[in-house]
């Protein structure tokens, strides 16, 4: 689905990833960690197409990112749902209005997707907030309303960039069995996060590959982890 061959990406000059193989194969759950600065963002923005390698070959759902135009990777970020860091949302849009951004922006018919999208907003505990501003969330309340968004597509692929470091432990391990819950739908799920106590109990539930970010390079994390 994504492939990553000999990749390598770097900024003013200075590199910061380099030979990074990576495939996201479908059904398949990944953690990535590293600590701060060592490039877990950028491997994702790579991942959905915001960037393009400086070296090394990407490919997106089959076609090489450097071949991609503006219209092919719009196309192929309907597939794969981004969670970000630092969500965002439009403080004067209620809830269910930013969920549903996404669908507004490709043309879809909002009205024949209103079942679809009560069923996710209860599916990630927001019913009773669908109408709440965004400065009216708490933490928790935002990450999932930014996971819901990120899914309204049906996406493929899910990235998620440390998508409970702003949430306490109990909302957390909430967040990640949503996320795993959807891996056993069948989704690709690639989760950036520096808890590793939050790696360790989510690999008591779900079959994951760990990776870490290492002197520019991409390692399979061991039992040391």
């Known amino acids: ?22 495939s ?9 960690t590293g600590p701060s600065g060592s490039g877990k963002t950028t491997l994702l923005k790579l991942c959905y197409g915001a960037l393009v390698p400086t070296a090394g070959q990407l490919r997106i759902f089959g076609k090489d990112r450097q071949d991609m135009g503006r219209d092919d990777i719009a196309m192929a970020r309907r597939r794969i749902g981004v969670v970000h860091q630092d969500c965002q949302f439009l403080d004067h849009l209620d809830v269910s ?9 490709s043309g879809r018919d909002l009205l024949a997707e209103d079942a679809n999208l009560r069923e996710l907003i209860g599916w990630v505990g927001l019913r009773e907030r669908a109408r ?7 933490g928790g309340e935002r990450q999932r309303a930014a996971l819901a968004r990120a899914l309204i597509m049906s996406p493929e ?29 069948g989704k690709t799920i690639l989760i950036a996060t520096h808890d590793l106590a939050l790696i360790r109990a989510a690999k008591t539930h779900v079959q994951a590959r760990v990776l870490r970010i290492a002197a520019r390079r991409l390692q399979l994390a061991g039992a040391d982890l």
């Open 132 to 138: 709440a501003l965004p400065p009216e969330l708490s």
């Open 97 to 105: 209005d930013n969920i549903a951004l996404p669908l507004m922006v």
């Open 157 to 185: 692929v899910v990235l998620a960039d440390e998508p409970t470091g702003n949430v306490d432990w109990e909302m957390s391990q909430r967040l990640m069995r949503l996320l795993i819950e959807l891996n056993r739908m």
């Open 24 to 32: 996201l194969s479908a059904g398949s759950f990944h953690f990535l």
């Open 1 to 22: 689905m994504i492939e990553l061959e000999n990749v390598a990406y770097g900024y003013d000059g200075g590199e910061l990833l380099t030979d990074v193989s990576l």
